[in-house]
């Protein structure tokens, strides 16, 4: 027992530590990222918001988290429908087949993605080329998220809806989808989140406007700059835990009031 | 009464496996009409072919007159209580009855109006506020009712409604849903496994075996004239006991029964198949009667020498099974238990009365 709780109690600081250092560079009244601490201020932060740059860059990454948000969710929502229907041929292969970039390294997913997109399709590097690749990757978890929505459903309730004078469309939109709104909420904001802070691909694939961790990677070159990017971190890490924190609420609720107890989810 | 729902020859399949075999079925209209048969025997089946969520692989559904091929549910003058009730767990009790009433077309207070009065039909009136989560499932059984029962369909149609609830609960739901069929007079067609349940309830019953109907009959017939050893054996408890047709003299039959001896039957005790081939002797037991100390057998009775074997105290009545000479099974039989009757021991000899108009002659 005792090794092991030393194990776990190591194990924590190992994975956190580093991120609690964050905001305490960021609040540090010094440009050298080292102990002791130098005092505190807010003026890493003030140094933030002038840097018009950095603002574009987060803008960039606010849009393409956004998008890649939305376009993984709808898929997400088509793919977890058919997946709770009745068998179909190969179904279990699809699935399958649509889940694989969840373990696939992410250079490779990188680096093939840009030959094609260029090499292939011709395509000019922007904001979409990210979103694309963004999309992709987000994918399997929104589809992990949402298949547990949609299978927690009892089918009486859509041939309900049927039964009683509506339509497919009209029974999915009025039983179906406020029933699972929990998941497709949490599932937005884990796939917002995955693309907010995802550096390989839209470095590999962004244009001329870089995302806000491109632009954090090429801060790094200047040691001046870093309590700058610790700033922006504590602020990313705080937004990302929030956003985190939110989807698993929706996740619970939705099972909640599906009347189901709880079987995995990804916190 | 005329016929509302006429099936003719329906058949399904489920890839290889064959669920209905050749269906024919003529429901009435008014009529309670109740589909029982064993696990797995096709009911839900049948059912939904009727509501439209499965389509038929051959054969023809009709109802009011007209084909129902290709009709999708919503548009079937059908409407269903599912066995989970599927009560809309996002909705309120008055959402989730006024539900069907969306494109009514109906104004608000008429809609509001309809809601209370089918609420109040089902014993729920006041509950319209609470959130459809929050219910017991006998309240749940009574939305999915009301929830139904507002477009007022020709046919209503009950998968094993009452299979969720405590016994009690069952009973008391059995006679108001019974209430409720006279009051509104709309036809049900119930599923289920319970044969009590069935023959309580209905005007007509239709046992079904591996997708094919094995008697269709009123609770009474089916009861006091199975129409096969199988419906025999479902259908409350009956003894079995081998026998011989000695002479088929066409209006009636001489029997030789095993442990009874010999007997005369109307021909409308036999079913055709036990006229031609092997057949046996079917006795419910509460036909059959100990004769206690002082009584003697009523006109028609014929009376055997047995021993008791096994006596279950019911209260209100004594399950005895009894052995009679040259039959290995013991004969089961029920007897009230009315003042002055004793219970016997196990061992006892005894004489015990039956029949002959009782029984029935089965293929088998
Ligand atoms: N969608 C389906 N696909 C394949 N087979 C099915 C399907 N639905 C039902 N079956 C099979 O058809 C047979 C009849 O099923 P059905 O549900 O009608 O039985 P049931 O009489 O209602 O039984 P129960 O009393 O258990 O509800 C069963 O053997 C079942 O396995
Ligand atoms: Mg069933």
Redo the contacts with the bound molecule.
């Keep these: 027992m005792k090794p092991l709780r030393i194990y776990a109690v190591a194990y924590l600081i190992f994975l956190y530590a580093p991120i609690a250092l964050l905001p305490l560079f960021a609040f540090n009244d010094g440009t050298i990222i080292a102990f002791p601490l130098q005092g505190f201020t807010t003026k890493w932060f003030a140094e933030l918001s002038g840097n018009k740059a950095l603002l574009s860059a987060v803008g960039n990454s606010l849009f393409i988290a956004a998008m890649t948000a939305i376009f993984a969710t709808l898929l997400g929502i088509c793919a977890a429908r058919a997946g709770a229907m ?1 068998d179909f041929p190969g179904k279990r292969g699809i699935i399958g087949f649509v889940m694989l970039p969840l373990v696939l390294p992410e250079i490779i997913v990188a680096t093939s993605l840009l030959i094609i997109m260029r090499q292939v399709l011709g395509l000019d590097l922007s904001n979409w080329t990210v979103i694309a690749a963004h999309v992709l990757i987000c994918m399997p978890f929104s589809i992990a998220i949402l298949n547990g929505a949609f299978q927690n459903l009892d089918p009486a309730l859509e041939e309900a809806a049927l039964d009683l004078g509506e339509n497919r469309w009209s029974a999915f939109r009025l039983v179906i989808l406020p029933l699972v709104m929990p998941g497709i909420i949490s599932s937005l904001l884990i796939s917002f989140t995955i693309s907010l802070d995802e550096f390989i691909i839209a470095f590999f694939l962004t244009g001329t406007n870089p995302t806000m961790p491109v632009y954090i990677w090429g801060l790094l070159r200047f040691p001046g700059q870093l309590p700058v990017v610790m700033a922006l971190g504590t602020i990313l890490v705080t937004l990302s835990i929030l956003l985190l924190a939110l989807a698993e609420y929706f996740r619970r609720r939705g099972l909640a009031r599906a009347g189901v107890t709880d079987s995995g989810g990804f916190l | 009464m005329s016929t509302l729902i006429s099936l003719s020859q329906v058949e399904k399949y ?2 290889d ?1 064959h ?1 209905l075999r050749g269906i024919d079925l003529e429901i009435r209209s008014g009529e309670f009409f109740s589909l029982l ?10 059912l ?1 072919t009727i509501a439209g969520f ?1 389509g038929v692989s051959g054969g023809a559904i009709r109802i009011d007159g007209k084909d129902m091929a290709g009709v999708p549910p919503n548009l079937r003058p059908t409407n269903m209580v599912f ?1 989970s009730y599927a009560i809309f767990p996002h909705l309120s009790v008055a959402e989730n009855v006024a539900f069907g009433l969306r494109r009514s077309g109906l104004s608000k207070t008429d809609k509001a109006r309809a809601v209370t009065e089918a609420l109040e039909m089902v014993g729920l009136g006041g509950f319209g506020k609470r959130a459809a989560h929050a219910l017991s499932g006998g309240q749940r059984q009574r939305v999915a009712l009301a929830r139904a029962l507002i477009l007022k369909p020709k046919v209503l149609l009950l ?2 409604p009452l299979s969720a609830l405590d016994k009690k609960m069952r009973e008391q739901m059995q006679v108001e849903l019974i209430k409720l069929q006279r009051q509104v007079g709309i036809t049900f067609i119930l ?1 289920t ?1 319970d044969q009590e349940e069935a023959l309580v309830m209905s005007d007509r019953i239709a046992v ?1 075996f591996d ?1 094919e109907i094995g008697q269709m009959a009123d609770p009474e017939t089916l009861y006091r004239r199975p129409a096969s050893r199988r419906v025999a054996e479902f259908i409350g408890q009956m003894n079995f006991l081998q026998a011989r047709i000695v002479d088929d003299a066409g209006a009636s039959l001489m029997l030789e029964v095993a442990g009874l001896g010999r007997t005369r039957v109307e021909a409308s005790q036999a079913t055709a198949d036990a006229r031609t081939g092997a057949c046996v002797v079917g006795l419910r037991p509460e036909t059959l009667g100990i004769l206690f100390e002082g009584e003697a057998p009523r006109l028609g009775q014929e009376v055997i020498d047995a021993v008791v074997d096994e006596v279950v105290y019911y209260g209100d009545m004594t399950y005895y099974h009894v052995h009679i000479p040259g039959v290995a099974e013991p004969l089961k039989l029920s007897m009230k238990n009315i003042t002055g009757r004793p219970v016997l021991d196990i061992g006892t000899s005894t004489r015990v009365a039956w029949d002959p108009r009782a029984l029935v002659l089965l293929g088998g």
Aim: glycine residues 20%.
């Design positions: 009745a | 489920y890839g496996y669920a048969g064993p696990s797995g025997c096709g009911k839900t089946t049948l939904r499965e066995q998968d094993e599923v496994h079904m997708g």
